[in-house]
């Protein structure tokens, strides 16, 4: 039951050739077997076991199937989920247990998944590597060929990209604030979808920059993150930023294929220092496309180069906004002291890691006063001069083909005392991020040292269609079936 | 920009983090480091643009000013670390 995939659990379950129960059981297995990954914080097997149950019951009462009926989903532990722990992987939410359930995990539960445990992440999702987290970093199911030491699953989602590649479960829920999907897809060679922001509910997601946040599916096909974005998406009056816009069939566009399709290849994307095989992976995708129909055109995003230090004052700004809210009294971690003033001090100190602290602190020195205009409003205004590029060059193309990450996936523990160095995994994400726009990462190849190697998708907003149906087409040409050793 | 030890003492006031004395040089150079690389933006004509505040210039929906839920105390103080009766309780505040 390893490699089924969310279509594969769909029919199985009709033909009566397995239980939802059986599936669970046979998944949660497989999940503990997996500690070693370090990817799980907190597991819910009586819960799980109990949607299985459900799932059959329904069978057996000849309902009809929901959309995702039995099927295990890990989910990022920044999801509110009720009665169940949530931590965001912060010793300041070590013992939170939320008194209601994330709208998204709602719209899963209620599509008949099976959620089965809450995932490694980045401290609050401020991470690349998933080594920020309270709880020990996650490590990638791939190993380099000549080289046994254990690599990084990417960030923040990197539990949930683990346990997907791993084939431990079939689809996980990662958030993308910067490219949290997208790059521990691209190290963990799976498919990683960041929505159109306002596609998703952020409401019971803890939250880090809420102009950028966006839930979004991790899988091992393209149909499968495509069955699952379905089953999150759509309207949300708890959030004032959830769109309005209707959710389209996303599986039934998987098979419009690419011809006639303008797909943009941007110049600014090409580096310097780019692995001469990412560049060749880049242009052989963009062959692909081609053979399958599509006509590549040469485009350019002229402020490329200036989206990730954008990104690295809207984003630490709003995250000193929202997480002021932990100061001790109303929920999370206290370090009790006599004045008030005090206590939030060191209940802050006691509660946040070292890059949480560190981008706190940046988001709230650009929103000083004296600095704002110069950092913040600055920001904001090139922040808009991205998000130009994008409408512009969309007057010319379908979608936009680049590199997801600069690199494959690196040793654990490399670039944690150079906060640049982490910051430059997420260069090739962030403006897709910043201009709000739909992306997916899918594996297309692996590199000299046998790590997998990601491509990504950019699409017009709520225009996920495209980039699904341009995806499932570079996927077929791909024909990425490696599996990490661990799997074997 | 190069943040001073004064500069770092400021900024965590501001943010409520007890920032240890040893910490705060190391602080300042790693927070320098990162403003001098996000000051590459006063590389981009900025005149005419502009500040982007909010994402494909989504308005902000109204509704009935009508409580939606609530009427739960028990649940909302479950996760207080200090709580009496229907409050969340903290150090005395005022004198």
Partial sequence: MRDLGLADIRAGLAEGAFSAVELVEDRLAALEAAGELNAVVTPMPDRALEAARAADARRAAREPALPLDGVPVAVKDLFCTEGVRTTASSAMLGGFVPPYESTVTANLIGAGAVLAAKTNLDEFAMGSSTATSHFGPAVNPWKAKDDPRPRAPGGSSGGSAALVAASVVPAALGTDTGGSIRQPAAFCGIVGLKPTYGRCSRWGIVAFASSLDQAGPMTRSVRDAAIMLAAMAGHDPKDSTSAREPVPDFEAALGGGVKGLRIGVPREYRVDGMPEELDALWREGAAWLEEAGAEIVDISLPHTHYALPAYYIVAPAEASSNLARYDGVRYGLRSPAEVVEEQYARTRRAGFGAEVRRRVLIGTYVLSAGYYDAYYTKAQRVRRLIARDFEQAFGKVDAVLTPTAPTAAFPLGEKMDDPIAMYLNDVFTVPASLAGLPAVSLPAGLDGEGLPLGLQLIGRPFDEETVFRTAAALEAAAGFDAEPEFVR | ?95
Avoid: Q
Wanted: glycine share 10%; proline share 5%.
């Fill in chain 2, 1 to 95: 920009m190069a943040l001073d030890r004064a500069t770092v003492e400021r900024i965590a006031a501001l943010a409520r983090i007890d920032i240890a004395g040893e910490e705060r040089d190391a602080l300042a150079g790693e927070l320098s480091a990162i403003l001098g690389w996000v000051e590459t933006l006063n590389e981009v004509d900025t005149e005419d643009v502009a500040p982007m505040t909010s994402v494909g210039g989504h308005k902000l929906p109204w509704r009935d000013d009508v409580a939606g839920d609530g009427g739960y105390p028990d649940r909302v103080l479950a996760n207080a670390p200090d709580a009496v009766g229907a409050f969340f309780a903290v150090p005395k505040v005022v004198e």
